[in-house]
Nanobody
């Protein structure tokens, strides 16, 4: 059974940085595409960044050039480096497969405010 544990969120000022991490168990990140999602209150989760087993990446237009997704095959983790944060990045962030499993972690809250 897949288990996902997100961490690294917090509250920062605009222009700040955060690094989110996702611990994955039950599946190896080197054989399946992984992704980060964000969820605004009352909205559905949306995919913002994905990484393939061969480390190809793609991003939602709103985070291109600011966020970087990566994975560590040995530690079986997926990370999201978030730079140049803006208030519109305030949301709860989750990791999951690029093709979503039904299981979700608790997510991690990111709040950007001055």
């Amino acid at each position: 059974q897949v288990q996902l544990v997100e961490s690294g969120g917090g509250s920062v000022q605009p222009g700040g940085t955060l690094r989110l991490s996702c611990g994955v168990s039950g599946v190896r990140v080197n054989i399946i595409a992984m992704a980060w999602y964000r969820q605004y209150p009352g909205k559905q989760r949306e995919l913002i960044a994905a990484v393939t087993p061969s480390d190809s990446t793609d991003y939602h237009d709103s985070v291109k050039g600011r966020f970087t997704i990566s994975k560590d095959d040995q530690r079986n983790t997926v990370s999201l480096q978030m730079d140049g944060l803006i208030p519109e990045d305030t949301a709860r962030y989750y990791c999951n497969g690029r093709v979503q499993w039904s299981t979700w972690g608790q997510g991690t809250q990111v709040t950007i405010s001055s």
